[in-house]
Every structure is written in C-alpha cells, then in structure tokens.
C-alpha cells in the first residue's frame, strides 16, 4: 500500500521515535504526523534532528481526545494510521491498571472510530507478544494461540486488539495487527530490563533480578521491529495479525551478565529481589508468517544489537539525565527501596 500521509502515534517513545527516524530516512516522500501526548516515557529529546525536517509534524495531545483527533486526520489528510501511543510498563500495571485502560483500551478505540469517520485507508496496531500469555519449557506463540493475557497491561493490549479485529469484522476496516517480543536499543526508557540494567551497573548500584533471574524472553533489536511494522503496513493482508521476533530466547540473568561484562563490571552487583506478581515464565514467538508473507527479516544479531546498545547509552549520558529529571527518581524508589531482598 502506497501512502502520503501517516498519522504515527507515541512517536515520542521508545519504538515510536525510532519509528519516525526509520520512515523519515526511508520514505524521503512520506510525511509524518506525530501524535503523543508526552507522558513520563515520551519525550522530545528523542525526536532530536526530526524536530527539523519539514516532512514530520509533532503535535502534543492524546489518542483518547476524538476531536484533536479527527481534526489532526482532516488538516493532514491522513491516509494511515500506526498506532504506538500506550501505557507500556508491565511493572507500572500492576500498581496503577487504570490508566492503562484508559489509553490502551478507550484510546485505541478513539483512533479507531475516528480513522474510519474520515475512511482512513489502513490502521496498524501495534501489539505485543504477551497478549498470549506464558510459555512452559517447549514451544511458541503462533498468530493461531488464543490469548490469554496475564498482567493488566497485557489484557489491555488484548483488549485493544479485540477492538481492531472487531473493526475489521463489523464495518469491514482494512486492519493489520503485529505483535512483537521484548525490544531494545536506543532511546529505551530506563525502567525496562536493558537499558536499567546499564545505567545501575554503570553507576555501580545493585542490579535488580526478580525471581530467579530464569524468566525467558525473545529479544528483537528496535530496527527489525520498525522495519517488520512497515513491512506489515505496506505489504500485510488486511484483516490479519503477524507476529514479530528475533529467535533469541534468554534467561535474564544471561542478559543482565552479559552486560556486566561489556562494562568491565563485577557479578556481585547482581542483586536478586521479590518477584514481580504473576511474573510470565517464558515467551517464545514463531514469527514464520511475517517472514514468508512480508518478506521481513531482523537483520541485527543479539551479539551486535547488544554491543550498540550498551555503546548507545555510554554515549548518551546527557539523554539519559533528561528523561530521568522528572519522576524517574520517586518511582525507583518506590518500585526497588520497597522490594524485599530474596537473599
Ligand atoms: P513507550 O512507553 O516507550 O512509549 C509510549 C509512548 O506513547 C510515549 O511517548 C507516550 O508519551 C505515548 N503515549 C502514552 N499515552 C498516550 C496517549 N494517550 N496519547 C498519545 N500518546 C501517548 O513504549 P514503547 O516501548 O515504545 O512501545 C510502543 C508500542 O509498542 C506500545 O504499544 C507497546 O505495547 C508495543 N510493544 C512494545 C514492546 C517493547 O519491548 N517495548 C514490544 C512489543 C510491543
Ligand atoms: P521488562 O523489560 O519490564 O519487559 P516485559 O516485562 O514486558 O517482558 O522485563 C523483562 C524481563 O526482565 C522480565 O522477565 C522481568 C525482568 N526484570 C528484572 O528482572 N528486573 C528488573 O528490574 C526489570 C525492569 C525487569
């Protein structure tokens, strides 16, 4: 599918932002509406030089708002519609779920309804892995695995999911769901596994293990992800749902090591702490579809995402300073001063 003009949602985020810098660098016709209503975990910073480019327009406001939202769809005359916004955080889920729902639920329902008011041409959610539920020792996600989602973020991603298969069905929209495993690089908020894990033991504070540090997940490096997204929109059947991983199941306490030892850092940092509740096991995802139908393939191994990472975050001290100024220092206080020390 050929398009003008995307509405990108979130794209002041984490994967949001890479997003943009992907389609700005790629598609030197495209134009960009950004739309992100700037929470902790969004922040302008990491637009850096697209702030620039005369082909991305950021405006401030939420998914949830239908009347800046239909007029945002009108001014730009947008033919698609990626939708990032959302509470991300499993953590943050299990202490405050409302919010969650609020914009992974009501918001993706607000962009929905108003995308088909102005006969938008295509609407790609972008969903996650853990929308399935827990893997035991064997196995993996196919687009076939019924959902069974475990933490209040992912049931509000699965209740948004819900919702676009349910526009597709009922009123016939041109839909396109993917969901993707763990992702990391840069520009990633330090409350999620990597890049917290990088700044502690740079700092050469305790590193945060929950459990036994044996909790598997399958990691994509963030440019496979934006470019399997893009894939999906221009290439995908309409109606169906793609899922989207890296083949690199690890242990954390692998990871969190494997960091340790890029930066010349000791073990002993390693702290093992309270397990979060209903902590999922392990996830594992067959992303066969999306490689056989998309023709999409990450192109970044683990070895070398991890290296840029690291790399990535040593030199972008200032980066990290910026977006931990605000609540950052309350929250980890109240997430890792309360925990209980397993050992
Ligand atoms: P993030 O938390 O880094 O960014 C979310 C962005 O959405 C922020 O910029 C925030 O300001 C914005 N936002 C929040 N509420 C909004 C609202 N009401 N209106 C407009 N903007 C709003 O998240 P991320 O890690 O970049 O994830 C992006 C998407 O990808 C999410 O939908 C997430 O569920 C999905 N996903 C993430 C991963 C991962 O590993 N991070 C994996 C698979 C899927
Ligand atoms: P996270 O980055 O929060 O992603 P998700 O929960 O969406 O998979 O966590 C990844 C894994 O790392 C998960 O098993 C929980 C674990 N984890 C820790 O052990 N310590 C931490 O401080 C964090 C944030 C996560």
């Not at 990032?84 to 405050?96: L, M, Y």
């Not at 993706?108 to 853990?130: C, G, I, K, P, W």
């Amino acid at each position: 599918m050929d398009c003008r003009c995307i509405l990108v949602t979130g794209g002041a985020g984490f994967i949001g932002c890479n997003f943009v810098r992907f389609l700005l660098e790629t598609e030197p016709a495209l134009e960009v509406v950004n739309l992100d209503v700037l929470t902790y975990a969004g922040n302008l910073a990491s637009l850096g030089e697209c702030l620039n480019s005369p082909r991305h327009h950021f405006v401030r406001g939420s998914i949830t708002d239908a009347e800046q939202v239909r007029a945002l769809l009108q001014q730009h005359r947008v033919d698609g519609v990626i939708n990032f916004a959302a509470e991300s955080h499993v953590d943050r889920s299990i202490t405050g779920p409302l919010v969650f729902v609020e914009t992974n639920v009501k918001g993706t329902l607000t962009l929905l309804a108003e995308a088909r008011a102005a006969n938008v041409r295509r609407f790609l959610q972008v969903s996650t892995d853990e929308v399935y539920g827990s893997l035991g020792a064997t196995g993996s996600f196919t687009e076939q695995t019924p959902l069974s989602p475990n933490s209040p973020y992912s049931a509000s991603k699965a209740g948004a999911d819900h919702l676009v298969h349910a526009f597709h069905h009922t009123y016939g929209m041109d839909t396109i769901i993917t969901r993707c495993s763990n992702n990391y690089g840069p520009y990633q908020f330090p409350e999620k596994l990597i890049p917290l894990m990088i700044r502690n033991a740079r700092q050469d504070k305790p590193l945060p293990v929950y459990g036994d540090g044996m909790n598997v997940r399958d990691w994509l490096y963030v440019s496979d992800h934006c470019a399997a997204i893009w894939a999906a929109f221009r290439r995908g059947a309409a109606g169906e749902v793609y899922n989207i991983g890296g083949n690199n199941e690890k242990p954390n306490l692998e990871i969190v090591r494997l960091i340790l030892r890029h930066l010349g850092k000791p073990e002993s940092l390693i702290t093992y702490v309270k397990d979060r509740p209903g902590h999922d096991r392990r996830y594992a995802i067959d992303s066969g579809k999306a490689r056989r139908e998309l023709g999409w393939q990450p192109a970044v191994t683990f070895e070398q995402g991890i290296a840029s990472t690291i790399e990535w975050y040593v030199s972008n001290q200032a980066w990290l300073d910026q977006v931990t100024s605000g609540e950052y220092q309350a929250y980890y206080a109240k997430m890792y001063g309360n925990r209980d020390r397993a050992n």
